[in-house]
């Protein structure tokens, strides 16, 4: 078995990701960078913590034009925030009614950035901003002539290209998935619910590596299941069903997303040709995941695979790291260039009739020479128990 790469990241990692940020922000002509959500910061610090399931404190981190990030953090974080390589880091006793944080993360922005200087939030599809709306309103009356405005999707598009450090993580966590998959037969039998086959594949994810399934969906009926986003129920089980699991598993705060299919008993020939379609789809779109290719461009030769009746689950993939899903999204309208480093899930479905359906999703890296995939490769033969 191959060993995973060591946890955390050096400092080396994060001081070139901060360069590659402030080289954007001088060509964007802002001041600084303002993040207040999980991934963003941990981007920047390699903060990794599960606190973050706790809505009650916000977290602040600044990203100046010149110099290193300074953490604004609740008291209960900066001990352990302290231990990543950032130097600077500023907190208050939270949860604080009156000021939870806003005047001295205006007191840092004030420190760090020009008088009417613009500070860059990010705005676009698939933020948001973690921090109490009438907090955000009191910050922004308390910088002076400084003003926010959109990143103009600065921070989406250094996150969608990783670096192969974070390449080697997420294909970390895909190895765990693909030997959490490898054992999940032994889980298929008639009579079990399949909301025990879920509490069981879960722990065989967490036995082979896992820190984390944070999502795990799925389905088991007779000639392919409902939808793809389901969680399990208590239904035993039977012979004739088409069972799939959909494992979204992290290790060291990296996502796996893939899932298998199997049939339990000889498959109905329609269920047999779907699995290949949906294999032979991704098969011919891989190879299109090259720099300057667009989303799009793996979309619409997934459909032509597919010929053109897959349901409408709105996207036939999507991007992957430190979220189980993240930019770019693989639709008709996605003109987004690739890019050598991206990573991307490439997950064609098709409809098998009323309230039935079947799902088949890989994971890639977008190379110069043609995609590398990070999840096991399959045939087209669905398995058969």
Known sequence: MTRPPPRGFPEAEHRARLALAQAALAAEGLEALLLTTEPEIRWFSGFLTRFWESPTRPWFLVVPAQGAPVAVAPSIGAELMGRTWLRDVRSWSSPDYA???????AATLAELTPAAAEIGVPMGRETLLRMPLGDWQALGERIGRRRFRDDR??????????????????????????????????LLSPGRPLSDVFRRFQILCLEEGADQVLYLAGGAAP???????SPADDRPLAAGDVAMLDAGLSREGYFAD???????????????????????AVDVAAPLARPGATPADLF????????GGAPDVGRLGHGLGMQLTEPPSLIAADLTPLTAGMVLTLEPSLPLGPGRMM???EVIVVRENGPQFLSPRIGPEIPVL
């Open 99 to 105: 000021d939870d944080g806003v005047s001295l993360l």
């Open 153 to 186: 999707g600065l921070m989406r598009a250094l996150r969608m290209v990783k670096s192969e450090a974070e390449i080697e993580k997420i294909a970390a966590a895909c190895a765990v998935a693909g030997r959490a998959f490898a054992r999940a037969p032994g």
């Open 223 to 229: 000639g392919g299941y409902g939808d793809v986003i």
């Open 258 to 280: 893939f899932d298998r299919n199997w049939s339990l008993g000889p498959p109905a020939p329609e269920v047999a040709e779907a699995h290949a379609r949906l294999v032979e």
């Open 300 to 307: 619409h030769a997934m459909r032509a695979v597919l010929g």
């Open 359 to 361: 799902v088949h999703e």
